[in-house]
C-alpha cells in the first residue's frame, strides 16, 4: 500500500514538472534573440534624421517645404517629434511598416533612443559595411540649419510633398501653419545641396560647449540680487551710524546751552542795546555768540570725540544760542523791544524820544526848537524862539498825574534863560497843588496835543 502510494506521487511529480518544462519554453524561446533575416536589416543611406512620430520624419525630409531654411522650426519639429540624427554606419532591424513608413530599431540599442520611423527612400537594405558607432546628438549649427553639410535630411520623396505637410500640421506651433517665404537663392541652394556618399563615415564632432541651462541662469540672477542686496545694507547700516553720530554730538551742544542760559540771557542784555536813533546794534552780541562756540562747545565737542560733526551743526548751534538768551528768566520769551520814534507819539516810548516829538510840534508851528536834555539847562527840556519871543518847555511822559516838581523846574529854567513864557507839557494829569502853583508863577500847563494850537 505504502509502495503505491509512493509510486502515485512521484508519477504526480513527474507530471508537474513537464507541466511546468511544456509552459516555460515558450516563454524562454519568446525572450531569447532570433536572428534577424537578411531582408530586416538596414543601414541608413545617408546622415538624417528619424523621428518617433512619422510625421515628424516626413516634414523634415521635404526640401521642397520653405520651412526648412527657419531654424527655429526645425527645432521645434525636432522637439516636438522626438527626433535623432542617424548615421549610415549603424545597424537598424525592422520592427514593422505602415503608412509606407518602416519602424525600426537600433542594434545594439542606445541608451534611450526608441524605435524610430524612417522613409524607405532614407535607409538602404542590409548591414552596414562601417562598424557601428554611438550616434551623437546633432551639433548646435546643424540646428541651426539642418540643410548644410553631411547632416541634411535624406531626398524627399516623389509625391510625398502635399502629403508631409498636411500631416504634421498637428505637432507644429500656430505661427508656423503659414510657411514664411525664404529667399529664393537661399531655398535654391539648400535644395539641390549634393547628399554625402553612403560609405562616407561620419566626422560630425561632438558638441562640448553647452547652452547655458536655466537653472544656471537663475543662480547668476540670485547672486547679482544677493550682491545688490549686499550694497544696500552695507550703505543702510552707515547711513544709520552717521545719523546717531550726529545726534549724539547735537545732544552735547543742547546739554551745555541750556547749563549756559543764565549767562547767555545776561550777555545778550548787556551787548544787544539800541542806539540814539533805536536801532538795536546786534554786532557785539554776534561776537560773543562766536566766541562762546569757539572757546566753550567746540571744545566740549572735541573732548566727547565728535569734533568732526561741528560744521554740520554749527548753524543750527548759532540759532539755537540766540533762541535760548532770548529767553526771560522765567523761561518765557522777551518780547520784542518797541522801537521808539519822535515822530510819533506812543506812551512807551523813550523820554528822550517824547522831548523830541515835543520839539517837531513847536517846530511844525513855526518854532526854532532845540532839545536841550543832553546838556542838562536847568530843567529846560526844549527851548524854542520865534519872532524874538523865546519860550522853555518841560516834557514829563508820566503814567501819573505830574506835580509841583516840574512846576518849579520850568519857572527856574524860565528865570535862568530870561525866556518869556514857561510850559509843561504831558501826556497825563496835572495835580491841583501843581495847578495853584502854576497858576501863582504864570507856568503853563498843556497837553502835547495842545502844544501846535498854544504855541500859534
Known sequence: MKAETRSSIRQRAISAKALIVTAFVPVLAATLPV??????????????????????????????????NDSGWVRFVISDGRCFMVSPSEKWEAITSQGGMLLLRRDPPRVGM???????????????????????????????????GALSPAPPIAGDTAT?????????????????????????????????????PNTTPRSTTGTPTSDS????????VLIFAAIIAVWWVRRRAREQRLQHAWQVIDTEIESQASALQVRRIQLATPDHYGTVNLVKWHKEIE????????????????????????????????????????????????????????????????????????????????????????GADVIAIRNGMKIVVQCKLYSSPVGNKAVQE??????????????????AEFTPQARQLASTTGVYLLHHQQLPEFAA
Open 35 to 68: 536572428p534577424a533575416n537578411a531582408q530586416d536589416i538596414y543601414h541608413p543611406a545617408a546622415p538624417a534624421y528619424a523621428c518617433v512620430n512619422p510625421r515628424a520624419t516626413r516634414a523634415l525630409a521635404n526640401h521642397a517645404d520653405p520651412r526648412q
Open 114 to 148: 526608441p524605435p524610430l520611423s524612417f522613409l524607405p527612400a532614407q535607409v538602404v537594405t542590409g548591414a552596414p559595411s562601417l562598424p557601428a558607432a554611438v550616434a551623437v546628438p546633432p551639433p548646435a549649427d546643424t540646428l541651426d540649419n539642418p540643410a548644410a
Open 164 to 200: 508631409s505637410t498636411s500631416d504634421i500640421s498637428h505637432i507644429l506651433p500656430e505661427g508656423w501653419q503659414k510657411p514664411r517665404l525664404a529667399d529664393p537663392d537661399t531655398t535654391q541652394s539648400s535644395t539641390h545641396t549634393p547628399a554625402p556618399s553612403p560609405d562616407a
Open 217 to 224: 541662469g537663475g543662480t547668476a540672477a540670485l547672486v547679482i
Open 291 to 378: 566766541y562762546f562756540c569757539s572757546s566753550r562747545l567746540v571744545t566740549i565737542l572735541s573732548a566727547a570725540g565728535y569734533g568732526d560733526q561741528w560744521p554740520l551743526l554749527s548753524q543750527h548751534t548759532y540759532q539755537r544760542v540766540e533762541e535760548v538768551a532770548s529767553r526771560s528768566r522765567t523761561g518765557t520769551a522777551i518780547p520784542p523791544r518797541y522801537m521808539s520814534d519822535p515822530r510819533v507819539f506812543d506812551p512807551r516810548m523813550d523820554p528822550i524820544d517824547y522831548e523830541r516829538h515835543c520839539a517837531l510840534l513847536l517846530e511844525q508851528a513855526g518854532w526854532d526848537a532845540r532839545v536841550t536834555q543832553a546838556s542838562g539847562d536847568q
Open 410 to 427: 520850568a519857572y527856574t529854567a524860565k528865570q535862568h534863560q530870561g525866556a518869556d513864557a514857561a510850559i509843561v507839557v504831558t501826556n
